[in-house]
């Protein structure tokens, strides 16, 4: 991790370093010294391109961050790593780890416990990543575990957490930008900056390997949707997609404008991408939009959109807090036409405790809405 600066350049920050704890069972070794790659090399260009800046990434591992002591191996770890850190990574594939005292392993209990500290503070960032590499024919052990972890995964999924990636060797792929995101969110909200999407929209530059990727992927979603049967597998394949469309976001922002215009369900849901992962004010209330469903989207890419609300809520800065209001005000109406679609209503309750805590109880109350702006419609709808 280097310490280092060049000689020469002037003191003109205090030094800052944000913690990054991970979380995972022992069947995702290689996630873990992926990331420590990873913040790695985060460190070197930091202290090349902004070494001003005085920012450093500290990976905290059990590994290295705790030492063999009377006790349960959990309670150890809880004891020796209190929950102080930034940012929280969680990675499962097919396990969940060790049952604890507390939880149904040592990955979940730490991924509670940074939750509980979420609650009272903007930190940490929170964000879990499930591997879909294709798992060989499970022993019987293996099957309660993966039942484990299917179990976890739904309960995240109503909470807006659940990232995605297709395989181990694609993790750093997919985890790069959600850690930027998160350094981006903690710094803005520590400096009280008022945003930098002026920078953003700044840039017209297009990736030309990112837009052709968001077009392929725009396509594939429109396959999967026409072609396979609604349920968990479609659902899985197209949260698989739109992971992918995230990780492009990056090289396509200037696009946005032309996605979110675009007769393509495929491109709105890449527009979608964008915005999770940069919330901009002039477009929430298009996000709130999406939620009618399923006469504007799918229900889909209504959860996806409320799921974009919740990153607005996070990251936004107070200047958006009328806007933001508004439109979590008109996304609860739309999501409660369809009530039996839960998660977009669990993820928009997220999103208001979040609200509530950055801006407090009194900044905003969404009302249920009117009778009247209810469907009859309550068959379960399919995502």
């Not at 003109?12 to 979380?23: D, E, G, N």
């Not at 391109?49 to 063999?68: D, F, N």
């Not at 659940?162 to 995101?181: C, D, I, K, N």
Request: with cysteine; aromatic share 6%; proline share 7%.
């Amino acid at each position: 991790m280097p310490t280092w600066y060049p000689a020469g350049v002037p003191d003109v920050a205090q030094p800052r370093t944000l913690k990054v704890f991970i979380a995972s069972p022992g069947d995702v070794i290689e996630e873990r010294d992926a990331l420590a790659r990873l913040i790695r090399d985060i460190n070197d260009v930091l202290a090349f391109l902004a070494p001003e800046k005085r920012l450093i990434l500290e990976l905290v591992r059990y590994e290295t961050h705790a030492y063999p002591d009377l006790g349960m191996p959990q309670d150890v770890i809880n004891r020796q790593i209190p929950v102080n850190y930034d940012i929280f990574v969680g990675v499962m594939w097919k396990r969940v780890g060790t049952p604890t005292a507390h939880a149904p392993s040592g990955t979940i209990e730490e991924f509670r416990r940074a939750v509980a500290r979420r609650k009272t503070s903007h930190l940490p960032r929170i964000m879990f990543y499930f591997c879909d590499e294709k798992i060989a024919i499970p022993s019987p052990d293996e099957i309660s575990q993966i039942t484990e972890v299917i179990r976890f995964r739904e309960e995240l999924s109503r909470l807006g957490l659940t990232e995605t990636y297709p395989a181990h060797a694609a993790f750093t792929e997919h985890v790069r930008g959600g850690l930027l995101r998160a350094m981006r969110d903690i710094l803005q909200e520590e400096s009280r900056a008022t945003s930098t999407l002026s920078i953003a929209k700044s840039l017209d530059t297009v990736d030309p390997a990112a837009q052709t990727a968001l077009l392929a992927l725009a396509d594939e979603y429109e396959k999967i949707r026409r072609e396979m049967p609604s349920g968990s597998v479609r659902t899985r394949r197209m949260t698989a997609v739109f992971s992918q469309m995230k990780a492009h976001a990056a090289g396509a922002r200037s696009l946005l404008e032309q996605f979110m215009q675009s007769e393509s369900a495929g491109l709105r849901l890449a527009a979608i991408a964008i915005l999770q992962m940069f919330p901009d004010p002039d477009h929430l209330q298009w996000l709130a939009g999406r939620l009618q469903n399923p006469d504007v989207e799918q229900p889909f890419v209504g959860y996806m959109a409320a799921v974009a609300l919740l990153e607005a809520v996070r990251a936004l800065p107070g200047s958006a807090q009328t806007t933001l209001k508004a439109a979590l005000h008109q996304a609860q109406a739309l999501a409660e036409t369809l009530p039996s679609d839960s998660n977009r209503l669990d993820v928009l309750k997220v999103a208001l405790q979040e609200f509530e805590r950055r801006f407090g109880k009194r900044s905003v109350k969404i009302p249920k809405s009117p009778p009247t702006a209810k469907k009859k419609k309550t068959a379960k709808a399919s995502p």
